[in-house]
C-alpha cells in the first residue's frame, strides 16, 4: 500500500486507510514489527480524521451562526430494542 501524507489525505481517503489497516490486522499474517507499524499508523489515521471531523463541525457551526440559525447539539444515537 503506497502511503501518503496523513494530512494531505481526505476525510474518505483516511477512512479508506483505516480500513485496510484493520482488515490487514485481523487477518494475523502481518510479522510482529509490520504489525505494529501498521497499529501506530492506523493511531494517526484515527487522531487525523478526529481532526477533520471537528474542522467540519467548526464551519458547520459559523455558517449557521452566520445564517442565525440553530445551535448544534451533540448526537445521541436512538437506543434500540437489539
Given at each position: 500500500?503506497?502511503?501518503?501524507?496523513?494530512?494531505?489525505?481526505?476525510?474518505?481517503?483516511?477512512?479508506?486507510?483505516?480500513?485496510?489497516?484493520?482488515?490487514?490486522?485481523?487477518?494475523?499474517?502481518?510479522?510482529?514489527?509490520?504489525?505494529?507499524d501498521?497499529?501506530?499508523?492506523?493511531?494517526?489515521?484515527?487522531?487525523?480524521?478526529?481532526?477533520?471531523?471537528?474542522q467540519?463541525?467548526?464551519?458547520?457551526?459559523?455558517?449557521?451562526a452566520?445564517?442565525?440559525?440553530?445551535?448544534?447539539?451533540?448526537?445521541?444515537?436512538?437506543?434500540?430494542?437489539?
Amino acid at each position: 500500500m503506497a502511503s501518503k501524507k496523513i494530512e494531505s489525505l481526505s476525510f474518505d481517503g483516511t477512512m479508506e486507510q483505516l480500513e485496510s489497516i484493520v482488515q490487514q490486522l485481523e487477518q494475523g499474517a502481518l510479522p510482529l514489527e509490520q504489525a505494529l507499524d501498521q497499529f501506530e499508523r492506523g493511531i494517526q489515521l484515527v487522531r487525523a480524521g478526529q481532526q477533520k471531523l471537528e474542522q467540519a463541525e467548526q464551519k458547520v457551526q459559523i455558517l449557521l451562526a452566520r445564517e442565525g440559525g440553530e445551535k448544534l447539539e451533540p448526537f445521541e444515537p436512538e437506543q434500540g430494542d437489539a
